[in-house]
């Protein structure tokens, strides 16, 4: 097929033109999918603060919550360890002096529920969740009346 246009283009040349475009188009979204799954397998996140590293921690807050109800240790001691990794890589945003307290509770509580969780002792799983849970609120209630903190809602 030439492309060489004379004139009116012919119906066979709009049509190479509409195929070549099609194709440029697909190109692209197909590129731009690409990404987006790459992005979404890997933790684009080296910004601790991002949504999806946020999302995270709740999403696995809410698998010890269901490991807990379920008696499913396994997923609890999983799940604890998964918010540890998560929370170490946004140390760094309240180093603040401030957070110690709240650090140490909630650092504590993973590891004492990852032990519990670990040797199916329930009694020390609920006691620790308790207190997991009750750290997740208690430093962010402290963000949210922070007044050197910027005034997000958070
Ligand atoms: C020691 C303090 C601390 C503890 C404990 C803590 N967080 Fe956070 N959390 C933060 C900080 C700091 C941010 C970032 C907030 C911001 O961007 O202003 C954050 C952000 C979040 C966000 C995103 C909210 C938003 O508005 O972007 C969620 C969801 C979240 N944390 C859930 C949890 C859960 C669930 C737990 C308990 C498993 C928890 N956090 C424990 C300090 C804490």
Redesign the pocket.
């Known amino acids: 097929m030439t492309m060489t246009i004379h004139g009116r283009p012919s119906r066979a040349q709009w049509l190479g033109v509409f195929a070549v475009a099609g194709l440029l188009i697909a190109g692209f979204v197909w590129a731009g999918a690409a990404v987006l799954r790459w992005a979404e397998t890997h933790d684009i996140a080296e910004d601790p603060?991002s949504?999806r590293m946020?999302?995270k921690?709740?999403r696995?807050?809410q698998r010890v919550l269901d490991g807990m109800i379920a008696h499913d240790y396994k997923t609890v001691a999983d799940a604890a360890a998964e918010?540890e990794t998560i929370?170490e890589s946004?140390q760094w945003?309240?180093a603040d002096k401030e957070?110690d307290a709240?650090?140490t509770?909630?650092q504590d509580s993973l590891q004492s529920l990852q032990a519990a969780a670990g040797s199916n002792n329930s009694e020390a799983a609920i006691k620790s969740a308790d207190l997991?849970?009750d750290?997740?609120m208690?430093?962010?209630d402290?963000?949210a009346n922070d007044p050197t903190?910027?005034p997000?809602g958070?």
Do not use: G, P, T
Request: proline share 0%; aromatic share 10%.
């Open positions: 603060i949504d946020m999302e921690k709740s696995q807050l918010i929370s946004m945003f309240i957070y709240d650090r509770a909630f997991l849970v750290s997740c208690r430093c962010h402290h963000l903190r910027l997000q958070r």
